[in-house]
C-alpha cells in the first residue's frame, strides 16, 4: 500500500518499477533499501505498462484552440470537436457538444447536449389569465385580497381551443373557500356581501359592566379587566380599532350581544401571494397546464433530443465554470486556465477573481498547487488562502483531473512558507528537511513553482489588471535568484561520451 493524499491504495505493476530509487531522489536514504514481507508484493511482480492516451479532456489545449477560432470567427465548439477527433484514441472521448453541432439551428438554440437534453425535458408551467389566453407562469407577489379575483371560465379550458377561452371575475372576498384562513375569528358577511371576521373582544358582565379579554387587555395595554360600558365605548374602542388597524383588520363595527360584544373587521387589506397575469390582475387557483417549451413545440429534432443523456459533459462543464459563454468563446477565466496544464490555470483565475486577494501573498502561494500532501505537516492539506478562493468560485465541485472539492488534486498547503523562507534565504533549505520530508521534496517543490512562474511569466497578454500585475512581480521573482536546474556541470568523461552498452562483459578464461 502507498499513502496516496489521504488515502492508502495498492500499487500498480507499472508503479513498483518506478517506486525504486524514489526514497533516495527525496532526500530520505543514501542506501535504497526493499523491504518486503510475506504473502507482499515482489520486484517481480513489477511490470511496465501499455501506454494509452488518457481519457481526460486536456481543456487549456482545446481553450487555446476555441480562442483562436473565436479570433478567426469560426465556431468555437466545432473547432474543438474537429482537434479532439483527429486525436488517436481506441475509445471516442465525448465533449457534449456532437449533436447539438450536427443541428446548429434548432430553434432553442442551445449549444451543447446536456442543454439540450434538460430543456426538452423541462415542462413549462403556463396560466389561463384573464383574459383567457395561456401564458407563462409568473412569480407569485403579495398583493390585498381586495384585489385578489377568482377566475371563472365559461367554455373548455383543455388548451386546444382555437381562440380565448371566455372568463368572469369575481372579488376573491366574496368566496368563503377563498378566505378561509386568512385573519382570526368567525367568517361573517359582510354589508357589501364580503367576507369579514367576528372577533370576541369582551364580555357583558350585567347592565352595565364590560370584561376585556385577555389578549385584548394585551394588545392596547389597558389596565383593568373590567370597566363600564361607557368607558368602553368612550377609551376602550378607539384602542382596539387602533391595534385591530396595525394588524391590517379595520372595524367595519362592534356588535353587542346580551353575554359577548364582537369586533366585525375587514379583510380587504390582508395580504397574500397570488399570481398576477400579463394584464396586472391577481388571480386566485387560476387554472393551469404545462407543457412542452415553446422552442420544441414544432422542433423536428425534438425526438433526437429526447435521446441525449442529460449528465454534464466537458462543455457544459465549461459553462458552469464560466470558462466559455454561450456561443463557446472562452472568457478572461477561460483564456487564463488555457494557459496553464491541469487544474492549475482554476487556481489562477480564481485567485485573480478575489480582489481582496493580495497579489504578492499569491505569488508564494501557488507553490501549494503541486505540494500534495508532504507539507501540510498535522495542518489540513486543503487550508490556506488559495484553496478558499478556488471554493469561492467553484464550490465543492469535483471534476477528475482538475478539481477534488473545488481545489486542484495535487493541492498541499505548506509549501508557500518553504519557498518564500528558501527564496529570501537559500541556506535556509535544510531546517525545512524532516522524518517525512526530504531534500529532494524541497528541491523539487521549488523547481516546480519556478517552473509555474515562467509559464505565467511567458503567457500572452490580457487586458486584466491583476493579470499583468501578477506577471510582473513572477518576473522579478525569477531575476532575483538563480535557478536551481541551470547550476555549472563538470564535464562529460570520455566513457560518458560513447554509446551506453547494456551488456554485461564476463572475463574470458
Known sequence: LFPYTSLLRSLRGDEILRRFGRAGRRGLDETGYVLVGGNELRLRDGRPTTLARSALVDWGALLGVMHAAAEQRRDPFGEALRVQERLFTTRPIVLGVESSLRHPDAPCGLKTDAERARFVRRRQRQLLNSKGEWQPFPALVERRWSEVMIPTYLNPTDGKAAGPVAVSLRPALTDAAAVAKVGFGELLSLADGNWGRAIKVAERTGDDGVELTKWIRKQTGWNGRATRLEIWRTLVVPLIERSLRSQRLPVVRFIEEPETILALVSLADQTAKVSVDAHGVALWKPREREVFPEACANCEWVPECRQLSASTGTALLWRRLELVDSQGRPTVRGRVVSFFHGGDGLAVAAALDDATYPLDELVYDLANLDAGFRFAGPEDRW??????????????????GYLESGVPPKY????????????RNPASKSRFATEFLGTGDVDRIIIEWRSLLRQLVHAP???????????????????ETESPTLSELPPLEYTQTRRVDHRLKLRQH
Open 383 to 400: 487550508g490556506g488562502r488559495l484553496a478558499v478562493a478556488c471554493r469561492m468560485a467553484y464550490g465543492h465541485l469535483s471534476v477528475p
Open 412 to 423: 498541499g498547503s505548506g509549501a508557500e512558507v518553504v519557498v518564500r523562507s528558501i527564496h
Open 461 to 479: 497578454h490580457l487586458e486584466w489588471p491583476r493579470w499583468t500585475q501578477l506577471q510582473q512581480l513572477a518576473r522579478d521573482l525569477l531575476q
